[in-house]
């Protein structure tokens, strides 16, 4: 019997291109928007009351690890085949959600 290959068409193969592209610019402006909203948070520590200070320290260390992780998954999208793009996806909009959780918690 034949084997039947799942094969793109060169359309199909742009529209990946284009969704990978889109996927990887978005998130680069995620990583930007967060790496300066870090900045304007960690400038407020002196702001802080002596006794919430470490929890501020706290949370601002906690979304910086959240931001390496989020951008190491982004290195590791633009280094992926194509094609191979599309599970990122949801590991980024989960990671880039929890940033925004955490920034949320320390601006209020």
Known sequence: MFEVKNVKTKNEKNQDQKGRTALITA??????????????LTAKIGEKKADAKADYQKGI???KGKV???QKKLDELRAS???KWEHFKTDLEKLWHDVEITSKRLTH
């Open 61 to 63: 260390d906690e979304m």
């Open 81 to 83: 085949a194509e094609g």
């Open 27 to 40: 998130n680069e402006e995620r990583g930007k928007k967060y790496g300066a909203k870090l900045d304007v």
């Open 68 to 70: 390496k992780i989020a």
